[in-house]
């Protein structure tokens, strides 16, 4: 049973999350081709090489969405817009057609009483932009300020909030050491670059809304708890280097004007010249700090001539959702107080994602999702945990209104209340939108 809205302050937002490339269908409506298009296209990269050309379509379905966000109750709706859209070539002439779906994305939402909390990046790099260097180029932070502009100065006076960037980690470590995102690449120095210039094209963004004069503006990261993998010093140590790396590093940046020592220590030679004079763009004042939280990991030390930050991952004991990923709900409160503790003090926090791919609705009833409405009343139990130690937790998003492109893996996974038919497109709401339904219920 999920709790009900009244088991929380009055004025807790929830909300649901999507992201652009992964609901809208960009081969629609005048985009241009991004980085993930051509990652898709590589063999190899994406399972099936499936793409996000049509994906839910919501280009053409966004008034039945909308319809089905607020039959939920959601208060607030986190999307984010399309660089590509708004600029088929990063730079230049805007798509008019791409202007004006999120122009009507936005009064759809507040004719219908949605706050619209909007991200300028999740994910799609405009391939024009990736082909001069993208992340690791320092001009993107100029060509992103760009960006925002043209479609803040459209959308921006409606919004309920804004954040630049979807997950830094993701971004830059992610697609440029991990390789499991476009652009795809296992380099050390490009990610030094993608990690820094990233935070440079927050701040740089910032600036550009608060000259609008647009308020409500924050920075959302993603944090995976990071466990040792064994009761080893070695284990330890590689648990606490994966948990700067990952959790540390960037809100440090965004909120204290520097790096963590331990990751300092292996990135520092790659870093960019001069990227300690930066901190004064990147350390602008926020109005909120998001966090996306899903799961933990385990890690042990790498053999002992693997290159930094020699660390391995291991496979952990708890049960799983249908990415693979521990269910372990534990790790929210730890992150949360963390923030407040460490980095954020009394800036409004929000979980700006937090959900599951189902297991249960693979086999059998597609609209039956048991394990999705236990795994949110656990991470709602401990947001309420959060909030009573003080926490200022004051709103939590679920990932995802819709099933949508998994990115790498293409469309198996399903994290949607709402099932998607990939052969129609049509919608069905599964049991947890009924859930939510009947919590949200006033
Ligand atoms: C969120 O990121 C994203 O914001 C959202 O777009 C996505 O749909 C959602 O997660 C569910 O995955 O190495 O290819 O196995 C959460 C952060 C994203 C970090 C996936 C780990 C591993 C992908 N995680 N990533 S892969």
């Given at each position: 049973?999920?709790?009900?809205?009244?088991?929380?302050?009055?004025?807790?937002?929830?909300?649901?999350?999507?992201?652009?490339?992964?609901?809208?269908?960009?081969?629609?409506?005048?985009?241009?081709?991004?980085?993930?298009?051509?990652?898709?296209?590589?063999?190899?990269?994406?399972?099936?090489?499936?793409?996000?050309?049509?994906?839910?379509?919501?280009?053409?379905r966004?008034?039945?969405?909308?319809?089905?966000?607020?039959?939920?109750?959601?208060?607030?709706?986190?999307?984010?817009?399309?660089?590509?859209?708004?600029?088929?070539?990063?730079?230049?002439?805007?798509?008019?057609?791409?202007?004006?779906?999120?122009?009507?994305?936005?009064?759809?939402?507040?004719?219908?009483?949605?706050?619209?909390?909007?991200?300028?990046?999740?994910?799609?790099?405009?391939?024009?932009?990736?082909?001069?260097?993208?992340?690791?180029?320092?001009?993107?932070?100029?060509?992103?300020?760009?960006?925002?502009?043209?479609?803040?100065?459209?959308?921006?006076?409606?919004?309920?909030?804004?954040?630049?960037?979807?997950?830094?980690?993701?971004?830059?470590?992610?697609?440029?050491?991990?390789?499991?995102?476009?652009?795809?690449?296992?380099?050390?120095?490009?990610?030094?670059?993608?990690?820094?210039?990233?935070?440079?094209?927050?701040?740089?963004?910032?600036?550009?809304?608060?000259?609008?004069?647009?308020?409500?503006?924050?920075?959302?990261?993603?944090?995976?708890?990071?466990?040792?993998?064994?009761?080893?010093?070695?284990?330890?140590?590689?648990?606490?280097?994966?948990?700067?790396?990952?959790?540390?590093?960037?809100?440090?940046?965004?909120?204290?004007?520097?790096?963590?020592?331990?990751?300092?220590?292996?990135?520092?030679?790659?870093?960019?010249?001069?990227?300690?004079?930066?901190?004064?763009?990147?350390?602008?004042?926020?109005?909120?700090?998001?966090?996306?939280?899903?799961?933990?990991?385990?890690?042990?030390?790498?053999?002992?001539?693997?290159?930094?930050?020699?660390?391995?991952?291991?496979?952990?004991?708890?049960?799983?959702?249908?990415?693979?990923?521990?269910?372990?709900?534990?790790?929210?409160?730890?992150?949360?107080?963390?923030?407040?503790?460490?980095?954020?003090?009394?800036?409004?926090?929000?979980?700006?994602?937090?959900?599951?791919?189902?297991?249960?609705?693979?086999?059998?009833?597609?609209?039956?999702?048991?394990?999705?409405?236990?795994?949110?009343?656990?991470?709602?139990?401990?947001?309420?945990?959060?909030?009573?130690?003080?926490?200022?937790?004051?709103?939590?998003?679920?990932?995802?209104?819709?099933?949508?492109?998994?990115?790498?893996?293409?469309?198996?996974?399903?994290?949607?209340?709402?099932h998607v038919d990939?052969a129609t497109l049509n919608r069905y709401?599964?049991?947890?939108?009924?859930?939510?339904?009947?919590?949200?219920?006033?």
């Amino acid at each position: 049973m999920l709790p009900h809205r009244s088991d929380f302050p009055h004025d807790f937002l929830f909300g649901a999350a999507t992201s652009a490339y992964q609901i809208e269908g960009h081969a629609a409506g005048g985009a241009g081709r991004t980085h993930w298009d051509d990652f898709a296209a590589t063999p190899g990269n994406v399972e099936g090489a499936e793409n996000g050309a049509i994906a839910c379509d919501h280009l053409h379905r966004m008034d039945e969405d909308l319809n089905l966000l607020k039959a939920a109750g959601f208060d607030v709706y986190r999307f984010s817009t399309s660089w590509a859209r708004v600029l088929p070539d990063g730079r230049g002439t805007p798509n008019a057609q791409g202007l004006d779906f999120y122009d009507r994305l936005i009064d759809g939402l507040l004719e219908r009483g949605i706050k619209p909390a909007a991200t300028l990046y999740h994910w799609e790099l405009p391939s024009a932009l990736s082909d001069l260097g993208g992340w690791r180029n320092r001009d993107i932070a100029n060509w992103f300020a760009d960006y925002t502009e043209v479609i803040m100065s459209r959308i921006g006076d409606r919004v309920w909030s804004a954040a630049p960037i979807n997950e830094p980690w993701c971004v830059s470590w992610l697609s440029h050491f991990e390789g499991a995102h476009a652009p795809g690449m296992r380099d050390i120095r490009a990610t030094a670059r993608a990690m820094h210039h990233v935070l440079l094209a927050h701040g740089r963004a910032t600036q550009v809304m608060r000259e609008l004069g647009m308020k409500n503006l924050g920075a959302v990261c993603n944090m995976e708890f990071a466990a040792p993998a064994q009761a080893t010093d070695g284990s330890h140590q590689a648990a606490q280097v994966q948990d700067a790396i990952y959790n540390r590093f960037f809100i440090s940046g965004i909120t204290k004007g520097y790096y963590p020592d331990e990751v300092l220590g292996g990135l520092e030679p790659h870093l960019p010249e001069g990227w300690q004079d930066d901190f004064d763009t990147i350390t602008q004042p926020i109005d909120w700090i998001g966090l996306n939280y899903y799961t933990r990991k385990l890690y042990d030390a790498a053999p002992t001539d693997a290159p930094w930050p020699a660390t391995i991952e291991v496979e952990g004991p708890l049960p799983k959702t249908a990415m693979n990923w521990e269910v372990y709900p534990e790790g929210l409160p730890h992150f949360l107080t963390m923030m407040q503790h460490e980095y954020t003090g009394d800036l409004p926090i929000y979980v700006t994602e937090n959900g599951m791919a189902g297991q249960t609705e693979l086999s059998g009833n597609p609209l039956s999702d048991p394990d999705r409405i236990a795994y949110l009343a656990a991470h709602l139990g401990q947001v309420q945990a959060a909030l009573a130690q003080g926490v200022p937790v004051k709103g939590y998003f679920i990932w995802s209104l819709l099933d949508n492109y998994e990115w790498a893996l293409g469309y198996a996974p399903r994290f949607g209340l709402i099932h998607v038919d990939w052969a129609t497109l049509n919608r069905y709401p599964k049991a947890s939108f009924s859930a939510i339904k009947e919590a949200l219920k006033s």
